[in-house]
């Protein structure tokens, strides 16, 4: 039956081999093997157990400690800029740094350095920030998204950086997760095309490609369809909760992304901090092991989330082992790598962790390393410094114009309100979100959070854009509150969410904020046709705008480049964007994916 599945897909990928790289598909990492043993056959358990460890960088007691412990990978977490401050520069020589610890060890074994690029290399200042993966999902485009990719490896390689934790393929099934925004679809289908497209956009054909980066698909498996109410942190709603479904549905709806991604030759998975039916994936050796790598033949690695194995039962030296032995091959610590590094060989000297299990999971770790050619001679281990030339560049600037367009959904245009005209009088535009960049971007932007405000250099916020647009003769006026749009030609709000990630972002209460509903309703009282515009990591309750609006624009987080949303209100670009979210009416829709909805998957004006 699955089998007959995949061959379903796999011949839908086929056909649509217009976005395919290569009619052969990346080669087999198993292919690297016999490199992969001989090198396991010198290595020490101390050098095998270092190649399994991956601290944040921010934690590091000191850059000794690469070489020190073998470290074989490090990352950054969300707040982890370099001491030296957050600059192109700083970022690189950090990066260099490490790298060159990592080859004073006896093997030389070079360093993989992940990162969250999920949209864009949006830890840095000055990068260009693609909107969040729900936009992209209603473009419905996977060779845009293969290319939103591939600009983001270069972005991410100008920083000497060789992994991003990206893309994620979650299928959130309750908007009220916090998490929503990273996923392109409340729908499998929505989502397992895009997914692959992204991996072979960050990875291409040969992951030796040096303008290329691993990928990571994220978070196997059931990340987004946990229960409301099982989140296992705090008072939290739905992040790291518990997927209570039995397995074919879980297959059926949850495993789609990584079959693609797979197909796809995705080098690394990182498992979920969410829970099956109780058991945390950690620690879940029937989905890790048995589904993921025997049945579904994945030949890469498994990473953990960040500190997940934290939360499963016993002492460290029992969470460490009950992971590993599930399947787990690297360990994001993120902190306590001493601790973990001396409990995991502890485990293994006295068989808690068998020999063969580590042998496992170094041999997954290192024919990734010699796919990516870090193990070639000829291969320039450090950053190519060379393309800092094109990092946030204006042709790359000019890719993410062009996506938030393809993003926008029209959702209601009444008295061919839209679009705009560009040598209106006046147009009045207000609402927090019209001139707030740290808005338009959302989280995972600079920081892990992200903020309102002045959040990185380089972008282009609505308002700015409106101005640019427009005629010599239009004036285009600004009112955070709306107010004082008597006698413009038309009005336009931008309201919405303002930044957060993961469980800060669960809600029980997606109404609109009073200030914004204020700002709608004060322009519309100047008795002109107003355009809202809403910046929202999911759907939002809308009622008490959506009657009174003549025309209404979801733009998700668009990212750095609000020229793209202007694009469409002008109808530069006429939108084509359509719903991969199902849109409730009420809170007591949220969940819903059919029904008397507001607005149904699929859904999109144009004009
Ligand atoms: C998130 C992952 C992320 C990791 C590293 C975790 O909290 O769940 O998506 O890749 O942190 O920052
Ligand atoms: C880090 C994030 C990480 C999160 C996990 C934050 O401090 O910056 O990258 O995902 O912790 O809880």
Redesign the pocket.
């Known amino acids: 039956m699955l089998k007959l599945r995949l061959a379903a897909i796999l011949s839908l990928a086929a056909l649509g081999c217009l976005i395919a790289t290569s009619a052969s598909g990346p080669r087999p990492l198993s292919s690297f093997d016999p490199q992969a043993n001989a090198l396991l056959e010198k290595m020490t358990l101390d050098e095998k157990v270092g190649q399994m460890t991956q601290p944040?960088q921010s934690f590091l007691k000191s850059d000794q400690d690469i070489a020190k412990y073998f470290l074989g990978s490090v990352l950054?977490?969300?707040?982890?800029d370099p001491k030296e401050g957050n600059s192109l520069e700083a970022w690189t020589n950090l990066v260099d740094r490490y790298m060159k610890r990592a080859l004073e060890t006896r093997l030389s074994i070079p360093l993989l350095y992940g990162v969250?690029a999920v949209h864009g290399h949006n830890n840095v200042l000055g990068a260009v920030i693609f909107p969040h993966n729900i936009g992209l999902g209603c473009t419905r485009n996977p060779a845009l998204i293969e290319k939103i990719e591939r600009i983001t490896a270069v972005e991410v390689r100008a920083t000497g950086i060789n992994w991003g934790f990206a893309p994620c393929v979650a299928v959130p099934r309750d908007i009220r997760w916090g998490r929503t925004y990273e996923g392109y679809a409340d729908e499998p289908d929505g989502v397992k095309e895009l997914g692959a497209a992204a991996v072979r956009g960050l990875q291409g054909d040969d992951l030796a490609d040096p303008l290329r980066v691993l990928a990571c698909a994220k978070h196997y498996v059931g990340d987004g369809g946990t229960a409301y109410g099982s989140s296992t942190i705090g008072p939290h709603l739905l992040d790291q909760g518990d997927t209570r479904l039995d397995e074919k549905t879980l297959r059926e709806i949850h495993m789609q992304g990584y079959l693609t991604a797979i197909r796809a030759g995705v080098g690394s998975i990182m498992p979920s901090y969410t829970s099956w039916n109780g058991l945390k994936m950690s620690a879940n050796k029937r989905l890790l092991t048995e589904v993921l790598k025997d049945e579904l033949g994945f030949e890469g690695f498994l990473i953990s989330d960040?500190?997940a194995i934290d939360a499963l039962p016993g002492d460290y030296k029992h969470k460490i082992a009950m992971s590993i032995n599930a399947g787990m091959d690297m360990v994001m610590v993120p902190e306590r790598y001493e601790e973990f590094i001396a409990n995991l060989k502890e485990a293994a000297q006295d068989g808690t962790v068998p020999m063969a299990r580590i042998d496992d999971a170094v041999r997954r770790i290192l024919r990734v390393k010699f796919a990516m050619g870090l193990m070639d001679k000829n291969h320039s281990l450090l950053a190519d410094r060379s393309l800092w030339k094109q990092f946030g560049s204006a042709e790359h600037r000019a890719v993410a114009r062009d996506a938030v367009r393809q993003s926008l959904v029209l959702l209601k245009n009444e008295h061919g309100t839209l679009p705009l005209s560009k040598t209106a009088k006046r147009i009045h535009v207000g609402g927090k979100s019209a001139d707030d960049l740290g808005n338009q971007c959302g989280g995972w932007t600079i920081t892990?959070q992200g903020r309102s405000g002045d959040v990185t250099p380089g972008g282009t916020t609505f308002l700015q854009a409106m101005k640019k647009a427009v005629s010599h003769d239009t004036k285009v006026t600004f009112a955070l509150d709306g107010k004082g749009a008597e006698g413009a030609d038309a009005g336009v709000v931008v309201i919405g969410e303002t930044p957060y990630?993961?469980t800060n972002g669960d809600r029980r209460d997606l109404s609109l904020a009073p200030e914004d509903v204020a700002a709608m309703e004060n322009m519309k009282a100047a008795g002109i046709p107003v355009v809202v515009v809403l910046y929202s990591g999911r759907p939002m309750i809308i009622d008490k705008v959506l009657d009174k609006a003549d025309a209404f624009v979801a733009a998700w987080l668009p990212g750095t480049e609000g020229d793209g949303v202007a694009d469409v209100l002008f109808g530069d670009y006429k939108p084509t964007g359509k719903l991969s979210f199902s849109w409730p009416r009420s809170m007591a829709q949220a969940g819903m994916h059919e029904g008397d909805l507001q607005f149904k998957y699929g859904y999109g004006l144009t004009y």
């Open positions: 944040d950054n977490g969300g707040d982890s969250d960040y500190g892990w990630a993961e």
